[in-house]
């Protein structure tokens, strides 16, 4: 899948723009704080109603204006198309559209346009808290496992009920009892999904790792949030006194993570930052294959000042990875000299200068 159009409106310092993106690769260059990184901003709104660069929303619509609105048409991988909008206003509000109905939540976008960021953020996901990799983790999974969801809804309601109920003593011993068995129930239903996941990512991931760097030692497991010997009614049971006491549920897929280590230490403390990027690349470009595998319909990336702290081999061997995805990517850079020879000749890359919130598309930077 694609976009083959995306309207911008109010979004931070864009001027009001509509581009038709190339299928492939899209270059968005200029200097500093002229709005590229915006562009991808909208895009990631339009796939997921929230930003990457602020919690808050306030900063992400334009001064003055009310709202914030972005639409796009989704080429979709199996033929036809898909109309998305969405729509933000300063209480937070936010108004989804797909294919003129609305929606009733994000994960309908989510569904509809996968999106993976590569950012200078992304080393979070190796020196960030475990919550990052699980929100990685379970992006994948997600895609990948109709199941998932609805599973994890489940999960989210036992925990919801039972650290009420250690908070405040409110449920009978039978109540109690139930929500603790639909609690293991979920949870060994979800550990068996990211189970399933991360061993198809690993060979793809080292495959993938491989062709960008060599970091013989590089290890990535996976820890399910408890004990891997013993079941989890055993360990609620056993800690429930000390669960009572903090007034929420210590173990369960709400505390798994993802580990790489390099040797026996963590990976984070060990790698230089030029090769976390190239960790956490091979990491999205793995999931974005897995995805692809999946359901037909690849992931759009959004990749945010790919030159920085890459040198021309590394640069190129990123570019022919993204390449040989065979999806559409958005590229920013302030110097797209510097990707001039990263591209086969015949793929379509489309280049937009971006300067003071303008967009003017421009001719492919090889002819």
């Known amino acids: 899948m694609s976009l083959s159009r995306v309207t911008v409106t109010a979004v931070r310092n864009l001027h009001p723009v509509t581009l038709s993106p190339s299928p492939r690769i899209n270059i968005l260059h200029g200097a500093n704080g002229s709005g590229k990184t915006s562009v991808l901003e909208a895009i990631h709104l339009l796939g997921l109603a929230r930003s990457f660069r602020s919690a808050r929303l306030l900063p992400v619509i334009q001064y003055e204006q009310l709202a914030c609105t972005v639409f796009g048409q989704v080429e979709l991988a199996e033929g036809g198309h898909s109309s998305l909008g969405i729509s933000r206003d300063r209480q937070g509000e936010f108004q989804i559209r797909i294919d003129g109905q609305n929606a009733r939540s994000a994960a309908q976008l989510a569904e509809t346009l996968p999106l993976q960021l590569i950012n200078p953020d992304s080393l979070r996901l190796l020196e960030g808290a475990p919550k990052i990799r699980r929100q990685f983790l379970d992006w994948g999974v997600f895609h990948v496992e109709p199941r998932f969801l609805p599973a994890w809804q489940r999960l989210q309601k036992a ?93 369960g897929p709400q505390r798994a993570d993802l580990r790489l280590r390099f040797g026996a230490h963590n990976a984070a403390e060990i790698l230089s930052r030029g090769q976390q990027k190239l960790v956490v690349c091979a990491l999205r470009i793995a999931q974005g294959h897995l995805v692809s595998q999946a359901r037909r319909g690849q992931c759009i990336y959004l990749v945010d000042d790919l030159p920085s702290e890459l040198d021309e081999q590394h640069r190129k061997a990123l570019c022919r990875l993204l390449e040989d995805l065979n999806c559409q990517v958005f590229i920013t850079c302030v110097d797209h000299e510097l990707l001039r020879d990263c591209w086969h000749t015949d793929t379509p890359v489309a280049m937009f200068h971006v300067e003071h919130g303008r967009i003017t598309q421009t001719h492919d930077h090889r002819e």
Do not use: M
């Not at 139930?178 to 979920?186: G, N, S, T």
């Not at 189970?195 to 399910?224: D, H, M, T």
């Not at 009572?244 to 210590?250: D, V, Y």
């Open 159 to 251: 925990l919801r009920q039972r650290n009420s109920w250690l908070r405040h003593g409110t449920l009978d011993p039978a109540s109690q009892a139930a929500w603790d068995r639909e609690l293991c129930l979920a949870s060994d239903e979800i550990d068996g999904y990211r189970r399933a996941y991360i061993q198809a990512l690993k060979p793809v991931f080292e495959r993938i790792l491989a062709e960008l760097v060599e970091l013989e030692g590089l290890s990535l497991s996976y820890y399910r949030g408890w004990d891997k010997e013993r079941e989890l009614n055993e360990v609620l049971a056993t800690s429930l006194l000390r669960d009572q006491q903090l007034g929420h549920t210590q173990a």
